[in-house]
């Protein structure tokens, strides 16, 4: 499956569903659901601005998933400014000129160690005693979290 890292808090706030567009150098014609990797550094500034608490931002790690459904173009400042409540980009950001637009953002309760890289990249779990497929990870930490929490 696909992944994408994206740096603290901005994997948060994805996931959390108030981040709806993650601004990008570079275009992509990717569509449908990708993983959010949680890189181990922490945008501190971003954090400052947005009155994030960075020692409750987990890192290292993927967090959940989403879905690309679009990319958007941006041709100004002004109309990256104007999305702002969408990406919440500090300065440092506003010479990206593509917004990701995305939605249907899931948390996984477990995050899964990985190490991030660039751009979209598959992510290959190590095989484990059922299977090393990804979305059979993810499914297998979904039932053991709702048998744990009926039980």
């Known amino acids: 499956m696909k ?29 449908g659901e990708f993983l959010i990797h949680a890189p181990i550094k922490i945008k501190d500034n971003a954090c400052e601005i947005l009155d994030i ?26 109309e990256l400014k104007k999305d702002h409540d969408k990406h919440f980009a500090t300065e440092e950001f506003l010479r990206h000129k593509y917004g990701f637009l995305l939605r249907k953002p899931q948390a996984l309760r477990i995050p899964i160690p990985y190490k991030g890289s660039l751009g979209f990249f598959e992510v290959k779990m190590k095989p484990g005693p059922s299977s090393n497929d990804i979305k059979s990870e993810l499914f297998d930490e979904e039932y053991r979290y709702q048998w744990i929490g009926k039980h």
């Not at 994408?4 to 990717?30: C, H, M």
């Not at 960075?54 to 459904?69: A, C, M, N, P, W």
């Open 53 to 78: 608490d960075k020692s409750s931002l987990r890192t290292g790690v993927i967090i959940g998933k989403v879905e690309i459904y679009d990319v958007k173009s941006y041709k100004s400042l002004e």
């Open 3 to 31: 992944c994408l890292s994206v740096s603290q808090p901005y994997a948060d706030l994805i996931i959390s569903g108030k981040k709806t567009t993650e601004l990008r150098t570079w275009n992509t014609k990717f569509r």
